[in-house]
């Protein structure tokens, strides 16, 4: 398939090809979240990303990818790429930005599976789109209504009481 310009690293890199496997739970649950960034009411209008039947919260953050997440991220890596394709000051941009257009308009003929193929750099292009124009971070994923980090932050206490304790 050649290479492809990833977004989120920055650089060239072989281009994925699509996969009809579903990425982990937690992989689509990060996308989505990204995703949602842009459908939240106080993200700048310009980059509101608008059409999607959708509830005021977004996309639920069930652990999948269907065919609206999917056409959702398609939407947004187009975006992305073509605001680096009119803003391009070099030749080498300008070709990254047209190779990243190239491959998406590849992958609308199967959405889900282009998405389930390329997540981690759709994800990183989506997030990196949403920070340079100042949309709103990300929810963070929660555990029975507790932020994860929270999780994560008291499980190490935990841990440490009873490493100290013995």
Known sequence: MGQVWDWGSNSCVAAAASSNTAPSADKANTLILQINRF??????AAY?????NVGASGFPTNGTIDQGVAMAAMTLVQRRATD???NAKSTVDKAGAAALISQVNQGWSDPVSFVNGSIDS???TIATYADLHGVAKAASSTIAGIDTTTI???AAVVAALWIYGR
């Open 39 to 44: 459908l939240d009411p106080t993200t700048p």
């Open 48 to 52: 509101q990303l608008t059409g999607f």
């Open 84 to 86: 680096a394709y009119s």
């Open 122 to 124: 759709i994800t990183a």
């Open 152 to 154: 994560l932050i008291g």
